[in-house]
């Protein structure tokens, strides 16, 4: 298993940007892919972005435009720089890592960071 330790939550106003970063504990180069997944209050997880080992990035549809996640390799994380935040996108954020064991595949998730858009 991957240990993730996420960072750069808070609490911003509509319209302004956040950060989140997460740290791994093994080489990144190494992990099949790399993401964020969010929950909002009585909503179940769901798919953010992700960053797959041969550069590929995948968005869901309702932060297209406004997010960007990008991996620093050498120091083993990734970010996700949110812009153009919304109420909507209120929810504490967790990273993913996805690994290829055996065939199949096996999750990791950080402990989860709070982002909260409102005036």
């Known amino acids: 298993q991957v240990q993730l330790v996420e960072s750069g939550g808070g609490l911003v106003q509509p319209g302004g940007s956040l950060r989140l970063s997460c740290a791994a504990s093994?080489?990144?180069?190494?992990?099949?892919?790399l993401g964020w997944y969010r929950q909002a209050p009585g909503k179940q997880r769901e798919f953010v972005a992700r960053r797959t080992m041969g550069g590929g990035t995948e968005y869901i549809d309702s932060v297209k435009g406004r997010f960007t996640i990008t991996s620093d390799l050498p120091k083993n994380t990734i970010s996700l720089q949110m812009n153009d935040l919304k109420p909507e996108d209120t929810a504490v954020y967790y990273c993913?890592?996805?690994?290829?064991?055996?065939?199949?595949?096996?999750?990791?998730w950080g402990q989860g960071t709070q982002v909260t858009v409102s005036s």
């Open positions: 093994k080489t990144i180069s190494s992990i099949y892919a």
């Open positions: 993913n890592a996805r690994e290829v064991i055996g065939g199949y595949f096996e999750d990791s």
